[in-house]
């Protein structure tokens, strides 16, 4: 078989599957007497495993794969494997208590309609006013500043960021973590927008948890193939 043999499958140039060659996720290539790679059904299977395996892992990373299973460390290569379930699974954890936590704000008292002062939000939510300056500190919230006084002043998108910060933080959630998930939702366009992104963010581990059982699947037939258990 020859390179765009290969290629033609998955929609690659010729040149492609040679540089997938050079990268280690073919196995050994003969060549013919005038230097052209000969590629083999063996390699074909390499080469839909890597695809397979990379929607789910990443290109780097199933390349690692490739490499491993190549240099017979299968060992390692499972290993690559399992990691990318358990991050799977902790994202999947994280989604559950970010849909809990949120639903939990349908219970609370709604914003009032003026600002709050740092010690009447802290008193609202049952935590200390430095606790309300390390979130500020992790860009978690950003209050206003009364202009005579300088004073910090916490609007009902303060407050609602707030409220969602201390249900995550009650269910072990890192600062960084809550940081990074209230960008995603003032991103998102606010409160109107959650069921959306949990909707968004269910599918999405969805399409990876069945791309990782599509790559296990085809690296299962290479391996078959390669007689390697």
Do not use: C
């Amino acid at each position: 078989m020859r390179p765009i043999d290969l290629a033609r499958e998955h929609g690659l140039s010729a040149q492609a599957v040679r540089n997938y060659d050079e990268a280690g996720v073919l196995p050994p290539t003969e060549r013919s007497e005038t230097g052209y790679r000969r590629y083999t059904p063996l390699h074909a299977q390499a080469l839909r495993a890597f695809i397979a395996l990379r929607r789910g892992h990443g290109h780097q990373q199933a390349i690692e794969i490739m490499r491993a299973t190549h240099r017979g460390d299968t060992e390692s290569a499972y290993r690559l494997i399992d990691s990318a379930h358990v991050e799977l699974l902790a994202e999947r954890d994280t989604r559950t208590e970010v849909a809990a936590a949120l639903g939990a704000l349908s219970t609370t008292p709604p914003a009032p309609v003026r600002p709050l002062t740092v010690g009447e939000l802290a008193h609202r939510l049952d935590v200390h006013p430095a606790t309300l300056r390390s979130w500020e500190a992790q860009g978690i919230l950003h209050p206003e500043r009364d202009r005579a006084t300088g004073y910090r002043e916490y609007g009902p998108d303060s407050v609602r960021d707030a409220e969602i910060a201390r249900q995550l933080r009650r269910g072990g959630y890192p600062l960084p973590k809550v940081a990074q998930f209230i960008a995603s939702l003032r991103e998102a366009g606010g409160a109107d927008a959650l069921a959306a992104f949990l909707d968004a963010w269910q599918e999405r581990l969805t399409t990876r948890s069945r791309n990782l059982l599509a790559g296990a699947a085809q690296l299962d037939a290479y391996l078959t193939m390669l007689g390697t258990g």
